[in-house]
């Protein structure tokens, strides 16, 4: 897997899974977001991000992540970080999320709706059972600003040609003591080769802590859900 040369990114998304994993249930962001829906003219009610770690686990734009505290965002990446904006390799390509994926993110999510809702849908609400595209051009937004903001990054996988999207990866800082951030990440149900979230488990897992600045990431729901940087020798 080659890391392609990157760029800052100037301003960034600000969920994890759907378009807004949040990470506390009941927090200002999962406010603001219904207010943003509110606002958008959607119908019905509005419906909470599901990306979130901490007291509620993970992140989500499938699930929509939501940041820590202000504290916590504050401190999530030096501000001379170069967030990564692409990694390409012969199976798959991840980039940053933006609203121009939201065709080929729903058509992500629907085949994978009922995995996507019992793995996140008790701790953020997402996706609903009536997740339209309206929806998901929302959570995309959302996504999209909060790595805009350097809050929380979402990413697109897709397949090399980018002709589809395989599924998401969202990193947020933790709520929690015992980890800087947390990730989340998921592969459409649909997809013909089983192998592939095994491997894009294992890139993740080295990726998060080799490339970004983090000395132990969270990974709700993984199994190790831990996983530290090597000590230099």
Known sequence: MAVLPRRRIRGSPRTLIGGALRINRGTRHAQRY???????????????????????????????????????????????????????????????????????DYAAVRPSLERLRERFGPDWG????????????????????????????SYAVTTPDEESQLGRIHIAPS??????????????????DPSLERELEDFVREWVVTTWPFSTVRLPGRDPSVVRRAARR
């Open 126 to 153: 997402w996706p609903a059972e009536d997740f339209t595209f309206d929806q998901a051009l929302i959570d995309i937004a959302w996504l999209q600003k909060e790595g805009q903001l350097r809050r929380s990054f």
């Open 34 to 104: 219904k207010a943003a829906r509110a606002a958008s003219g959607g119908p019905g009610e509005p419906v909470e991000a599901p990306y979130a770690p901490g007291p509620a686990p993970e992140p989500g734009a499938g699930p929509r992540a939501g940041v820590g505290g202000t504290a916590a965002r504050k401190t999530f990446l030096p501000d001379d970080f170069v967030v990564p904006t692409l990694v390409a390799g012969p199976r798959f390509r991840i980039r940053p999320i933006t609203v121009h994926d939201v065709v080929k």
């Open 175 to 192: 709520d929690t003591p015992d980890a800087d951030a947390v990730v989340v990440f998921w592969v459409r149900d649909d997809h013909d």
